[in-house]
T-cell receptor
């Protein structure tokens, strides 16, 4: 069974631009969560999507948004990029939403560098 | 509020030594779940274990063992006879019963030298 895939793996953008990252969950998984990992703040929860609806949102500005498609694939978008948005963005999929025991399977991440 | 503390930022051991990674958590939930993940240099988080708040039995899986103590809000991870391949960053995480929002600790970077 294929794991969680994320594209692209590496991305370089400049301040003020916008970026879209993609995540394909494990087949059959309907929940997709996004996390930001930086050296300073560590791993932080961005949001979770389930059945095309945002279920949970972390403490990030509105420049960070996402969506989920009917095939459970998810995209996250960051507009008006800032230097501090440079990070590893990790996507995780799980079978269901709403229960903390759901094991989350992580993708390899997209490393975003903002210049 | 939920919080996970991994006080050890970096640990360095020599191969075959035993090593314990500490994890202390805070939560007001009565039902919660604790996790350990391994992050090798490739960046992908690898699931190691999940524990629910009602199951305080210690668990052993090969060279890995976990000690969950609700009385001290700790969920420590021990690697016995460490190997170079164990070198990675290890994260402890906590989630409540009603969401997939995992709170991660800052991580402990383990280096195992040959």
């Amino acid at each position: 069974k294929a794991g969680v895939t994320q594209t692209p793996r590496y991305l370089i953008k400049t301040r003020g631009q916008q970026v879209t990252l993609s995540c394909s969950p494990i087949s059959g998984h309907r929940s997709v969560s996004w996390y930001q990992q930086t050296p300073g703040q560590g791993l932080q929860f961005l949001f979770e999507y389930f059945s095309e609806t945002q279920r949970n949102k972390g403490n990030f500005p509105g420049r960070f948004s996402g969506r989920q498609f009917s095939n459970s694939r998810s995209e996250m978008n960051v507009s008006t990029l800032e230097l501090g948005d440079s990070a590893l963005y990790l996507c995780a999929s799980s079978l269901a939403s709403g229960r903390g025991y759901n094991e989350q399977f992580f993708g390899p991440g997209t490393r975003l560098t903002v210049l | 509020a939920q919080k996970v503390t991994q006080a050890q930022t970096e640990i360095s051991v020599v191969e075959k030594e035993d090593v314990t990674l500490d994890c202390v958590y805070e939560t007001r939930d009565t039902t919660y779940y604790l996790f350990w993940y391994k992050q090798p240099p490739s960046g992908e988080l690898v699931f190691l274990i999940r524990r629910n708040s009602f199951d305080e039995q210690n668990e052993i899986s090969g060279r890995y063992s976990w000690n969950f103590q609700k009385s001290t809000s700790s969920f420590n991870f021990t690697i016995t006879a460490s190997q170079v391949v164990d070198s990675a960053v290890y994260f402890c995480a906590l989630s409540g019963d009603n969401n997939n929002d995992m709170r991660f600790g800052a991580g402990t970077r383990l280096t195992v030298k040959p």
